[in-house]
């Protein structure tokens, strides 16, 4: 699901919203949890998972086209975890549509 589909289906879902509302509003809740992990805050949905940033240590690499060895800076990278929830959900879900797969086989 792209950032479009996410608004087209809430546009849908919730009929008095236009759809460039529902635009502004998924663009300022995504600016809003960008800037908070970008300050280093966790960033917790309940059911759905958190998102938090990860240290990655300056390391050494290798370029694969010449062996020859390269140093990696060490960053900063956006890492999320999901919920019990989610987990469980996307678990029953897949379980329901592999059943219903092999049930039309």
Do not use: C, Y
């Amino acid at each position: 699901m792209t950032r479009s589909d996410l608004v087209e289906a809430l546009a849908n879902q919730f009929g008095q919203l236009p759809q460039r509302d529902t635009e502004m509003a998924v663009k300022a809740i995504l600016d809003a949890m960008g800037e908070a992990m970008v300050k280093g805050h966790r960033i917790e949905i309940r059911g759905f998972g958190s998102f938090s940033v990860n240290h990655r240590s300056p390391r050494v690499g290798r370029n694969p086209r010449s062996g020859e060895t390269v140093m990696i800076p060490e960053k900063r990278v956006p890492h999320f975890k999901p919920g019990k929830a989610l987990r469980e959900h996307v678990d029953q879900r897949t379980e329901a549509m592999k059943a219903e797969a092999d049930g039309a086989s």
